[in-house]
């Protein structure tokens, strides 16, 4: 590990901040906490025992002043189509590694645009290091390397969670009037949302399984260059929530396919725990492995890491993967 101490943390006295706070000092990192609440934040850093610093995100100049001498900010306040471009613009203009725990689409196509500028820097700019990005990016990598390349994919993710946190419902909201999208033929492509709905057997039974438009379609697109992409979310009953609830397991799933120019296929399955815990954790190892690469540009997980960096987190298992020769997308 590089440095345990020289990165912020934005938004850690959210939900999922606070988590990945807390795991952080369990691992032997002292990141700055940082945000706009100095009250939540005090008491944080109290409990803690870590440094804080209240910055704002509205006043450029204050901004880059308050991430000069950090190495890295790993922004965790949501939604983030209020945060992740203000932020990775001040990282940009202070030379600050740049990652969040987004998968909104509309935010992926932002910051991806700014490649340009964090090769020139240079700096890594990494939306996506939480569950919903990590688990299927390194899945659609590993899947579309064993077709040699793929021509299509489709990815899904199926969360579980002790509780969703309160940022994801304001995040839903924030995003519905951009209305559903699919990637075909290289581009974007919009979609009615609920439209394309599926199933899919997943290790512990069949469940519906939904397009959305997640910041997957663009990076899945990054890391494999693959022209077609569908991003699912599972539909799971609430009562299956519950259930795990109260037998204290969780069982979080990705899952990927790749269709290759010859027709051959490949498809993977990944298994984890609770979800908001698996970002926790996968958000700090993302920390570290930029810490210790130092990249220049834009990058998903499994672009910048390679397709095994998700089962380097902590509870993560491989699942079967299985190759044909043919096959239909469905």
Not at 9 to 25: D, E, K, P, V
Not at 76 to 81: C, D, K, N, Q, R
Not at 145 to 154: C, I, M, N, S
Not at 214 to 223: I, M, P, R, S, Y
């Amino acid at each position: 590990m590089t440095s345990n101490s020289n990165w912020m943390l934005y938004g850690a006295t959210g939900y999922t901040g606070s988590l990945i706070a807390q795991h952080a000092c369990q691992v032997g990192h002292r990141p700055m906490l940082a945000g706009r609440n100095e009250r939540a934040l005090k008491a944080l850093a109290r409990r803690l025992n870590l440094p804080y610093r209240v910055l704002g995100l509205t006043d450029p100049g204050p901004l880059v002043e308050g991430l000069s001498d950090v190495s890295l900010v790993l922004n965790a306040a949501g939604p983030f189509l209020h945060t992740a471009a203000l932020l990775a613009e001040g990282c940009l203009n202070s030379g600050t590694h740049y990652l969040d725990i987004s998968n909104e689409l509309q935010v992926f196509r932002t910051l991806y645009g700014l490649n340009q500028r964090a090769e020139q820097t240079p700096i890594t700019v990494m939306p996506g290091v939480g569950f919903g990005v990590v688990a299927t990016n390194c899945l659609a990598r590993s899947v579309s390397d064993a077709v040699g390349g793929a021509k299509a994919l489709e990815v899904v993710a199926r969360v579980a969670s002790a509780q969703p946190g309160p940022g994801v419902a304001a995040t839903r909201e924030e995003n519905i009037p951009f209305g559903g999208w699919i990637r075909q033929g290289n581009e974007l492509q919009p979609q009615d949302l609920g439209l394309g709905i599926t199933t899919l057997s997943f290790p512990d039974g069949e469940f519906p399984i939904m397009p959305v438009p997640t910041g997957d379609l663009e990076a899945a697109f990054q890391a494999t260059g693959a022209p077609n992409v569908v991003a699912y979310t599972a539909l799971v009953d609430p009562s299956d929530v519950a259930d795990s609830h109260a037998s204290a397991t969780y069982r979080s799933f990705g899952w990927a396919r790749a269709i290759g120019g010859d027709g051959s296929s490949a498809e993977a399955w990944l298994e984890t725990g609770e979800s908001y815990q698996f970002t926790a954790r996968a958000s700090v190892r993302a920390v570290e492995e930029t810490l210790d690469r130092t990249l220049g540009g834009t990058f998903s997980p499994a672009a910048a890491f390679g397709s095994d960096f998700v089962f380097s987190i902590e509870g993560t298992s491989k699942g079967t993967t299985s190759i044909s020769q043919s096959a239909t997308i469905r």
